[in-house]
């Protein structure tokens, strides 16, 4: 009936520089309408859908749409869309490559 459903996945797979912000769409759609959250693996499940609005919680980066996070350790991160119904997920691999000498003088 209104289970979420993910409508705009981050990419599979991801380069960035270390200290460089990614932006990550995530977006779902549902009835009634999922609340959405960027979250790395050591976020429980169970935790993030049963928490009302109160998302202080560390590995959650950004609750709405598009995510705009700054990330230091390589590895999954997950898109979960959430609602009474239940929950979708999408995976995304982010490989940080440490900054060499050079890349900080470019500008």
Request: glycine share 6%.
């Amino acid at each position: 009936p209104g289970f979420p459903i993910i409508t705009a996945t981050p990419p599979a797979y991801v380069d960035i520089m270390q200290g460089d912000v990614v932006l990550l769409q995530c977006n779902a759609e549902g009835k009634p309408q999922p609340n959405v959250a960027m979250t790395d693996l050591s976020v429980d499940l169970t935790d993030l859908t049963e928490a009302d609005e109160d998302y202080e919680n560390d590995g959650i980066y950004s609750v709405v749409g598009d995510a705009k996070i700054q990330v230091f350790e390589s590895g999954w991160y997950r898109c979960v869309a959430w609602n009474k119904h239940g929950y979708d997920l999408a995976y995304t691999y982010i490989n940080v490559q440490k900054r060499t000498e050079a890349a900080r003088e470019d500008p």
